[in-house]
């Protein structure tokens, strides 16, 4: 048998699909690999080239795979699928892996060590809990409020609804709706305990991190902000400048140009949605302040633009900021314009 070059693994949760080719790119294995059975078959091969997906249990598989000898590379999903052909299936997939990842203009996604994964994990639950506090906030004003009980909106007046389920003397919620609305109640407190409980964690981990202690420095650049951006973002001097890794978090207009002209949409919202809220919500922030008013490029963009618009303007400017931060390490120095 020809000796195995590139291999192209589609992962799954039991049976993996393995498709490998040769030197000249003929196929020379293709077959399926039980989980239990995919160390020991990677450790009789060769040292050679794997393309993965960069999807559910990646970062984890590269890792042991990379400790075995192999170079492992990370492929978008989505610059995978067009070496599709035809039906899609485990063979095919794997197929078009491992002619995506033979390309020379092919993007690869950084591997993460378990260090990096915990702290970007770390956001993750946070989000999750976030959900979860906003379902039941919703569930909790919309259930009363069949009942005439309206209070202003955002989570600062969810207090009130809850005095109202506390106060025994007030009737207008009969049972047995009353209980299980306080049992909404204690759950959105114990929720808001596990988040304060989460943020403390993520701060902790921010300030021993010396690219976070950088990043904290921008305007509009929180604790959580700072700590998820230097988190997801392992290698930032993988983009070529601050414009690029902006359009990679989906910040800039959407293209749709044929025959010359230049056609351009919403923003195209591509990349990693968690950091792109993170930085419009930052740039929000930024808005609402008193720095503002004293720059001269902010002014300017709210007299003729919508707030969200100069918000997310303003967020991709926070991108190109932070990646000149992450690259060259140092703190950012805010320069006036003349």
């Not at 949760?13 to 196929?27: I, L, P, S, T, Y």
């Not at 020379?28 to 160390?39: E, I, K, M, W």
Request: charged share 20%; proline share 5%; hydrophobic share 45%.
């Amino acid at each position: 048998m020809n000796k195995v070059i590139t291999i192209g693994l589609d992962l799954a949760k039991r049976v993996f699909q393995v498709h490998g080719v040769d030197e000249a790119g003929a196929v020379v294995v293709r077959r399926t690999v039980r989980r239990s059975q995919l160390v020991s078959y990677f450790s009789r091969l060769p040292p050679c080239v794997v393309g993965m997906e960069a999807c559910a249990t990646a970062h984890y598989w590269g890792q042991v795979l990379g400790e075995l000898g192999h170079t492992v590379r990370l492929i978008p999903p989505a610059y995978a699928k067009a070496y599709v052909r035809r039906n899609k299936n485990d063979a095919a997939d794997a197929a078009a892996i491992c002619e995506a990842v033979s390309r020379p203009s092919m993007r690869f996604v950084p591997i993460k060590t378990a260090e990096q994964q915990a702290a970007a994990g770390i956001h993750k639950v946070r989000e999750q809990l976030m959900k979860q506090r906003t379902m039941l906030i919703n569930g909790l004003r919309g259930l009363m409020a069949e009942f005439g009980i309206v209070v202003a909106e955002g989570p600062q007046h969810v207090g009130d609804l809850v005095a109202v389920l506390a106060d025994a003397s007030d009737r207008r919620v009969p049972a047995p709706l009353h209980a299980g609305l306080v049992t909404m109640a204690a759950a959105l407190a114990g929720l808001e305990q596990h988040l304060e409980a989460i943020d403390r964690q993520i701060a902790d981990w921010g300030r021993g991190n010396q690219t976070c202690r950088h990043l904290i420095t921008i305007p509009g650049f929180g604790p959580i902000l700072s700590s998820a951006m230097a988190a997801v973002v392992v290698n930032p001097a993988l983009f070529a400048s601050g414009r690029d890794f902006a359009a990679s978090l989906g910040l800039v207009p959407r293209q749709e140009s044929t025959g010359g002209k230049a056609r351009l949409g919403p923003i195209s919202k591509r990349g990693n949605g968690y950091l792109r809220r993170l930085l419009v919500n930052g740039a929000m922030s930024v808005l609402s302040s008193k720095r503002a008013k004293g720059d001269p490029w902010l002014v300017r963009l709210l007299e003729t633009k919508h707030r969200m618009v100069a918000a997310v303007a303003l967020a991709n400017k926070m991108a190109r900021i932070a990646w000149a931060v992450m690259v060259r390490q140092e703190d950012f120095h805010f320069q006036p314009a003349a």
